[in-house]
């Protein structure tokens, strides 16, 4: 298998964002959780999306895992790697983008390397090098106060400035609107100036397509899934890929078995969304001071799903409003209660699937991640969008068989995603 594009992405649910937004613009796209094994056999595909969960460790763990999937992924051909990160930044004065994007660009011979976090389609733009979400300055918006990465400063330069070894520049949108020679030219001269990474703005797809056409020139890129869309617009451009596009009819073919969705993301998103989903089904939410306190909650929860999940799909949500995620953080430490949700909503996934749940809904990217690792899923292939960065993912290679997922970061998705997502997985 030889592949046109790599990527590392720092999170699963990140990973299927990316997988979606390459299959969408015309690249045979697989998944994987981790570096495969070498026994598992994939599909020919464009390109690869590899899935870590590197986003909220210590930098340099991140960087070694990093490291070797960047290794895996030129093995198989793959001339540009994009480090894919979250559209909100999400990262501490660490790390993780600075010292990974520097590793990578390292590895692949030195160099500059262009970075943004913008996907218009998802109300995530940068201007000036600052980051908008919906038309407000990241550090007002909702999004501000991730429960493990909280993003107080929307000044994407000053951000990267704090996790870099090296000079950050900015490539501003008057730039990128004359095209791509004249980003080229602006990147040389930051060059000789000894910058290394370099923040671009984007408010429109556009601005993606030229970064794209720059970017696929250079070893390395970082960015969210609006990077990704003008690296397979260019890819496709450029006559390389003849497979006569991506396809996702394999990926939806319909499994037997049960539905549940599993919930941890505590955004304003998933909280909502989960209102609107109790108007249909039953909703368990759960006490995250009682999982914190030990294992009955986990128990108590399985044998509530247990009875009820033959008659359709059912609901577990360890969510909690961000006045309660601080009150916890604060009596437990935010990594000891992260630890103890996403334990049990792994736990409680898998006690699901054993049940013979096979469709299965995963709100939040650390619930993703814990739960994926727990029923030890080695690759996904793409399937239909359920909403922007949302696909339907079918299993490959799996122990338990054949399995529909979604995998959602706990922004996305409409009011009625929960059941717009069951519903796509006939």
């Given at each position: 298998?030889?592949?046109?594009?790599?990527?590392?992405?720092?999170?699963?649910?990140?990973?299927?964002?990316?997988?979606?937004?390459?299959?969408?613009?015309?690249l045979?796209t697989?998944?994987?959780?981790?570096?495969?094994?070498?026994?598992?056999?994939?599909?020919?595909?464009?390109a690869?999306?590899?899935?870590?969960?590197?986003?909220s460790?210590?930098?340099?763990?991140?960087?070694?895992a990093?490291?070797?999937?960047?290794?895996?992924?030129?093995?198989?051909?793959?001339?540009h790697?994009?480090?894919?990160?979250?559209?909100?930044?999400?990262?501490?004065?660490?790390?993780?983008?600075?010292?990974?994007?520097?590793?990578?660009?390292?590895?692949a011979?030195?160099?500059?390397?262009?970075?943004?976090?913008?996907?218009?389609?998802?109300?995530r733009?940068?201007?000036?090098?600052?980051?908008?979400?919906?038309?407000?300055p990241?550090?007002?918006?909702?999004?501000?106060?991730?429960?493990?990465?909280p993003?107080?400063?929307?000044?994407?330069?000053?951000?990267l400035?704090?996790?870099?070894?090296?000079?950050?520049?900015?490539?501003d949108l008057?730039?990128?609107?004359?095209?791509a020679?004249?980003?080229?030219?602006?990147?040389?001269?930051?060059?000789?100036?000894?910058?290394?990474?370099?923040?671009?703005?984007?408010?429109?797809?556009?601005?993606?397509?030229?970064?794209?056409?720059?970017a696929?020139?250079?070893p390395?890129?970082t960015?969210?899934?609006?990077?990704?869309?003008g690296?397979?617009?260019?890819?496709?451009?450029?006559?390389?890929?003849?497979?006569?596009?991506?396809?996702?009819?394999?990926?939806?073919r319909?499994?037997?078995?049960?539905s549940?969705?599993?919930?941890?993301?505590?955004s304003?998103?998933?909280l909502?969304?989960?209102?609107?989903?109790?108007?249909?089904?039953?909703?368990?939410?759960?006490?995250?001071?009682?999982?914190?306190?030990?294992?009955?909650?986990i128990?108590?929860?399985?044998?509530?799903?247990?009875?009820?999940?033959?008659?359709?799909?059912?609901?577990?949500?360890?969510?909690a409003?961000?006045?309660?995620?601080s009150?916890?953080?604060?009596?437990?430490?935010?990594?000891?209660s992260?630890?103890?949700?996403?334990?049990?909503?792994?736990?409680?996934?898998?006690?699901?699937?054993?049940?013979?749940?096979?469709?299965?809904?995963?709100?939040g990217?650390?619930t993703?991640?814990?739960?994926?690792?727990?029923?030890?899923?080695?690759?996904?292939?793409i399937?239909?969008?359920?909403?922007?960065?949302?696909?339907?993912?079918r299993?490959?290679?799996?122990?338990?068989?054949?399995?529909?997922?979604a995998?959602?970061?706990?922004?996305?998705?409409?009011?009625?995603?929960f059941?717009?997502a069951?519903?796509?997985?006939h």
């Amino acid at each position: 298998m030889a592949i046109f594009l790599g990527s590392i992405a720092d999170d699963y649910t990140g990973a299927s964002d990316l997988a979606n937004t390459l299959t969408k613009n015309g690249l045979r796209t697989v998944q994987t959780v981790g570096i495969p094994d070498p026994s598992l056999a994939l599909p020919d595909v464009d390109a690869v999306v590899v899935s870590l969960k590197i986003r909220s460790v210590p930098a340099s763990d991140a960087v070694a895992a990093a490291a070797s999937a960047e290794r895996w992924l030129r093995q198989r051909g793959a001339g540009h790697v994009l480090y894919k990160i979250c559209s909100t930044f999400d990262s501490t004065d660490a790390g993780n983008i600075g010292p990974v994007t520097e590793a990578l660009s390292d590895a692949a011979g030195g160099g500059i390397v262009l970075v943004t976090p913008a996907f218009p389609e998802t109300g995530r733009t940068v201007y000036l090098g600052h980051l908008f979400v919906g038309g407000q300055p990241l550090n007002e918006s909702p999004l501000k106060d991730h429960p493990l990465n909280p993003m107080h400063d929307a000044n994407l330069v000053r951000v990267l400035t704090r996790q870099s070894r090296n000079a950050v520049g900015l490539i501003d949108l008057a730039c990128i609107a004359a095209g791509a020679g004249a980003v080229k030219a602006r990147l040389d001269a930051l060059r000789t100036a000894d910058v290394t990474t370099v923040i671009a703005d984007a408010l429109f797809e556009r601005d993606l397509e030229t970064l794209g056409e720059v970017a696929l020139e250079m070893p390395v890129s970082t960015g969210a899934s609006g990077l990704g869309l003008g690296l397979a617009r260019a890819l496709v451009r450029s006559g390389r890929i003849s497979s006569g596009g991506a396809t996702t009819a394999d990926a939806i073919r319909p499994v037997g078995g049960l539905s549940a969705i599993v919930a941890g993301s505590c955004s304003t998103a998933t909280l909502h969304q989960l209102d609107i989903a109790e108007r249909s089904m039953p909703v368990l939410r759960l006490d995250p001071e009682r999982l914190l306190a030990g294992p009955d909650e986990i128990a108590a929860a399985i044998s509530w799903a247990g009875d009820r999940i033959s008659t359709g799909p059912v609901v577990v949500a360890a969510s909690a409003a961000p006045e309660t995620v601080s009150r916890l953080q604060s009596l437990y430490g935010r990594e000891a209660s992260g630890h103890a949700i996403e334990t049990a909503t792994s736990i409680i996934t898998a006690e699901l699937v054993e049940r013979g749940v096979r469709r299965l809904v995963i709100a939040g990217g650390e619930t993703s991640g814990a739960a994926v690792d727990r029923l030890a899923i080695p690759a996904f292939l793409i399937g239909p969008e359920i909403a922007p960065g949302v696909p339907v993912l079918r299993t490959i290679g799996n122990a338990q068989g054949d399995m529909l997922l979604a995998l959602k970061s706990g922004n996305f998705g409409g009011e009625d995603f929960f059941t717009a997502a069951l519903a796509m997985m006939h």
